[in-house]
């Protein structure tokens, strides 16, 4: 990821991309890709991203940010199979809370639950939580 100074370094993301780390895909297409979040805030909060690096939004051109959207279009209907309320939130930048600089989309199932954006322990996503949420989200 690069950092908020402009300094390069690994990036999860991309190599999440690459196949080099693992995560619970639940779409894929030739520009774009979404999965679950590792910390989810709810049952079923994922991240819709990017295939090509950039740290922002503007770091595109207006046709991958057109590809991007229709990916979020996708899985907010998807989320809805588990909730009809969600959030969409986009971090950019280290003030903003970014903490991955890969421009990606939050994706956060809502079920009546206090608001997810404020600080409290997220507890790391399992294997089984992980397959049965994919299973309801990967068929289109």
Do not use: W
């Not at 991309?17 to 994922?46: I, M, N, Q």
């Not at 907010?76 to 309320?85: G, K, M, T, W, Y």
């Amino acid at each position: 990821m690069a950092s908020p100074s402009g300094a390069s370094a690994p990036c999860v993301f991309c190599d999440i991309v690459a196949g080099k780390a693992p995560a619970f895909k639940v779409y894929e297409d030739a520009s774009t890709l979404a999965f679950l979040d590792l910390y989810p805030f709810t049952r079923g909060h994922l991240l819709v991203i990017p295939k090509r690096h950039g740290a922002r939004l503007t770091d595109f051109s207006h046709a991958d940010q057109a590809a991007v959207v229709r990916t979020l279009e996708t899985i907010v209907r998807r989320v809805e199979r588990l909730a009809p309320d969600y959030n969409v939130a986009l971090n950019a930048g280290a003030n903003a809370g970014q903490i991955v600089f890969h421009l990606h989309f939050h994706v956060i199932p809502r079920y009546g639950e206090a608001n997810p954006f404020h600080s409290v322990h997220r507890t790391r996503l399992t294997d089984e939580q992980a397959s049965g949420v994919v299973a309801e989200l990967s068929v289109p």
